[in-house]
């Protein structure tokens, strides 16, 4: 049974910073490119970063960049993102997310595969 589970959301106030993780399992992680996504009340789903399957190469979306850094431990089947500097339109449930393509093209939600639940990010002003 393929689990994502996220965790190290909550409350925080701008310019502060939070730590996400995902721990996988049930399937082999180390062969997906995995991302983090994230989708505010009221808006469409957005990407926010990805990481190629042996965590060597990143990419983000135009919000996370400079502030946001995604990254992979395989041998724990877990997947982080270090959020700095954290801004009141971060506000959002954040979701990782797993594909079996090639992250460069894996740029849409319906390119990955599996999903976790979320997790509430709500910054502050």
């Known amino acids: 049974q393929v689990q994502l589970v996220e965790s190290g959301g909550g409350s925080v106030q701008a310019g502060g910073s939070l730590r996400l993780s995902c721990a996988a399992s049930?399937?082999?992680?180390?062969?997906?490119?995995m991302g983090w996504f994230r989708q505010a009340q009221g808006k469409e789903r957005e990407g926010v970063a990805r990481?190629?399957?042996?965590?060597?190469?990143?990419i983000y979306g135009d919000s996370a960049k400079g502030r946001f850094t995604i990254s992979r431990d395989n041998a724990k089947n877990t997947l982080y993102l270090q959020m700095n500097s954290l801004k009141p339109e971060d506000t959002a449930m954040y979701y990782c997310?797993?594909?079996?393509?090639?992250?460069?093209?894996?740029?849409?939600?319906?390119?990955?595969?599996?999903w976790g639940q979320g997790t509430q990010v709500t910054v502050s002003s």
């Open positions: 997310a797993a594909s079996p393509y090639n992250c460069y093209s894996a740029s849409r939600s319906a390119d990955f595969v599996y």
């Open positions: 049930g399937y082999t992680a180390s062969r997906y490119c």
């Open positions: 990481i190629y399957t042996g965590g060597g190469s990143t």
